[in-house]
């Protein structure tokens, strides 16, 4: 009996190796599992970081606004172009789109898309943080066949609708512009190819109106043409030293009649030392001309016009002011328009078509300057030109 122990002994020791070997490899097999699970979910992650990274990429990169939304309307992400259009500030995702965008329409468009599964396209005025029109498209987002969000994607309109709105201004303004001395022409035309028994007197007069009438198309063709080529780009800038003072000097003499007939006194304050100006002669000619032409339509009798001048840094300043009735503030962004004008009746009356100040922007800014205005009812006007100087 004694020989069996050793053999029991032996036994036992075979089944524990064969347990270690058997637990050495399901340990191995399990780790080679887990090794192989944590390479699986790893390469998922990466993928999921650069898809993610790419969609971050698409959406920074667009000019489009994206707003996606769950399935509840509340905000998943925003790209950087919408939080520039709506001036978000802190975090967005988490809110409601109604919160963020503070339109109905826009909520209701999402709610539309939620409920029906189908796309929808609006246009839809915002407005906050200013005013601002937008073309939206409303799209559904699905996972697994499901509808899961919607994504919005916001085009902003407002410059194209403003454009839209000063061509329209332009032609009805321009429309008009022609209709009252083209009128006035025809009518005194007809009398003189009608009436025989007109006396010399009235017969000059008749050809008088004729003859101012289209002196007044003239004047108006010639300042659309200049107009037309400036914005063309076809203008060329022919730089020279320009002795500012006596240039302001010969330049208000053609003013003189047209100021004492309303007994306007024009002032030219340029320092006699100022430096000389760096400019296109023919055109700093017409910028003035245009300012102070504009400056004495817009004085009342009695009134005064200075012409000052200064330097700034590389700039040089000149500006043309009154002490006339003023601009309010509302016209001051729209009066360097073709054709826009204040007073619509007075400047009619004065002989203004609305081109004078437009043609001063466009001269200005084909130098690399700028023209600005400072102005307030009953406290004048001053228009202000900024050249750049070397």
């Known amino acids: 009996m004694n020989f069996l122990w050793p053999l029991l002994l032996l036994l036992v020791i075979a089944g524990a190796a064969f347990l270690l070997r058997r637990e050495r490899r399901l340990r191995n097999g399990f780790e080679r599992q887990i090794s ?3 390479q699986k979910f790893k390469r998922a992650t990466e ?4 898809e993610r990274a790419r969609l971050e990429t698409t959406f920074s990169g667009m000019v489009e606004g994206v707003l996606l939304t769950d399935a509840r309307g509340d905000i998943l992400h925003v790209n950087p172009p919408f939080r520039e259009m709506f ?15 503070t339109s109905v329409a826009a909520d209701d468009a999402i709610r539309q898309v939620i409920q029906n599964g189908e796309p929808v396209e609006r246009e839809i005025h915002f407005e906050k943080p200013r005013p601002r029109v937008f073309q939206v498209h409303f799209s559904p987002v699905r996972r697994d066949g499901k509808l899961s969000g919607v994504v919005s994607v916001f085009h902003d309109l407002t410059e194209i609708r403003r454009l839209e709105e000063v061509r329209r201004d332009f032609i009805a303004n321009l429309s008009h512009e022609l209709k009252t001395p083209l009128t006035a022409i025809r009518g005194y035309s007809e009398t003189l190819l009608e009436v025989s028994d007109l006396s010399s007197e009235e017969f000059r007069r008749h050809l008088e109106t004729i003859f101012r009438n289209a002196v007044e198309l003239s004047h108006l063709t010639e300042n659309l043409l200049n107009l037309s080529r400036i914005e ?6 022919l730089l ?11 330049l208000l003499e053609r003013f003189q009649s047209q100021a004492e007939a309303k007994r306007i006194e024009i002032e030219n304050e340029v320092p006699q030392e100022a430096v000389p100006l760096q400019a296109d002669s023919t055109k700093l000619n017409q ?8 400056a004495l339509k817009y004085t009342s009798e009695g009134g005064r016009i200075w012409v000052r001048s200064e330097v ?3 700039e040089f300043r000149i500006s043309v002011e009154d002490n006339g009735a003023g601009i309010p503030k509302a016209d001051q962004e729209r009066i360097f328009e073709k054709f826009y004008r204040v007073d619509k009746a007075r400047s009619r009356d004065s002989g203004g078509a609305g081109l004078g100040l437009a043609i001063v922007k466009h001269l200005t800014e084909l130098h690399g300057g700028r023209v600005r205005v400072f102005s307030g009812p009953g406290h004048g006007s001053r228009f202000q030109i900024s050249l750049p100087q070397p």
Do not use: Q
């Open 287 to 294: 910028i003035l001309a245009n300012l102070v032409d504009n």
């Open 87 to 101: 001036g978000l500030k802190g975090k967005a995702e988490g809110r409601s789109a109604l919160e963020v965008l």
């Open 312 to 314: 700034s840094g590389k």
């Open 36 to 38: 192989e699970l944590n």
């Open 232 to 237: 063309s780009g076809r203008e060329e800038v």
């Open 47 to 50: 993928r999921l970081d650069e």
């Open 240 to 250: 020279e030293l320009i002795p500012l003072r006596p240039f302001v000097d010969r």
